[in-house]
T-cell receptor
Framework: AQSVAQPEDQVNVAEGNPLTVKCTYSVSGNPYLFWYVQYPNRGLQFLLK??????LVKGSYGFEAEFNKSQTSFHLKKPSALVSDSALYFC????????????FGAGTRLFVKA | GAGVSQSPSNKVTEKGKDVELRCDPI?????LYWYRQSLGQGLEFLIYFQGNSAPDKSGLPSDRFSAERTGGSVSTLTIQRTQQEDSAVYLC?????????????FGPGTRLTVL
C-alpha cells in the first residue's frame, strides 16, 4: 500500500537553529513529492516539490528538501529557524500512475521558540 | 488573483440532517480535490475531479457522501444523514492542469460540527 510517514508529531527548535522535519514514503514507482505548510487559522500552502533532477529542492520562505531515493526520504530543512515558521507541516506523495490522488502524511507540528 | 474559496466557513448541524459544502476553485483550474482533516489527524483524500468527472471516488467514507462538479468549476460535497463522526474540517483544493506534477492550491476549509 502507498503511504507517507512523518515520524515526529512535534519538533521543537530554538530560533536561529537549523530545523529538520522528517518524511519517508513507501510507494511503487517513482514518486512526486511535496511539502505543504498550514499556519494557524489558514489554509494549506505549497512549499516545494520534487519531480525529477537535482535531489536538493529549494522552496518558499528559505525552506529546502532533499530527496533520497535509497532511503525513500524527503526531509524538509531550513538553516535558521524563525518563530514565524511555527506551523503544521505536511509531506505528500503522488504516484505518476496513480492519477491525481495525493497521499498526505499525518503532519508534524513545528514549534520555534524565541 | 482570487484563490480557492469555500462556503460556509463553519457549519453546525444536528445528527441526521443533510449538509452541502461548496468549493469555488481558482478560475481555469481543471482538477479539483476534496479532503477531510479530522482533529489531530492528517488529510484524508475523499475524491477528485478532472473537469466534471470523478475518476476516483475510492476515498468517500460511505454512500452518505457524494460530490458533483458542474461547468468544470464549482463543486459541491453533500453529506446525507450526518453522523457525529463526520465532524471535521473539509478542505477543497484545485490545480491548474491535468498532471500529477502540479501543486494544489487549498481553500480555507469548512469546519463541520455535527451535534
Amino acid at each position: 500500500a502507498q503511504s507517507v510517514a512523518q515520524p515526529e508529531d512535534q519538533v521543537n527548535v530554538a530560533e536561529g537553529n537549523p530545523l529538520t522535519v522528517k518524511c519517508t514514503y513507501s510507494v511503487s514507482g517513482n514518486p512526486y513529492l511535496f511539502w505543504y505548510v498550514q499556519y494557524p487559522n489558514r489554509g494549506l500552502q505549497f512549499l516545494l516539490k520534487y519531480i525529477t533532477g537535482d535531489n536538493l529542492v529549494k522552496g518558499s520562505y528559505g525552506f529546502e528538501a532533499e530527496f533520497n531515493k535509497s532511503q525513500t526520504s524527503f526531509h524538509l530543512k531550513k538553516p535558521s529557524a524563525l518563530v514565524s515558521d511555527s506551523a503544521l507541516y505536511f509531506c505528500a506523495v503522488r504516484v505518476p500512475t496513480g492519477g491525481f490522488k495525493t497521499i498526505f502524511g499525518a503532519g508534524t507540528r513545528l514549534f520555534v521558540k524565541a | 488573483g482570487a484563490g480557492v474559496s469555500q462556503s460556509p466557513s463553519n457549519k453546525v448541524t444536528e445528527k441526521g440532517k443533510d449538509v452541502e459544502l461548496r468549493c469555488d476553485p481558482i478560475s481555469g483550474h481543471t482538477a479539483l480535490y476534496w479532503y477531510r482533516q479530522s482533529l489531530g489527524q492528517g488529510l484524508e483524500f475523499l475524491i477528485y475531479f478532472q473537469g466534471n468527472s470523478a475518476p476516483d471516488k475510492s476515498g468517500l467514507p460511505s454512500d452518505r457522501f457524494s460530490a458533483e462538479r458542474t461547468g468544470g468549476s464549482v463543486s459541491t460535497l453533500t453529506i446525507q444523514r450526518t453522523q457525529q463522526e463526520d465532524s471535521a474540517v473539509y478542505l477543497c483544493a484545485s490545480s491548474l492542469v491535468v498532471g500529477s506534477t502540479n501543486e494544489q492550491f487549498f481553500g480555507p476549509g469548512t469546519r463541520l460540527t455535527v451535534l
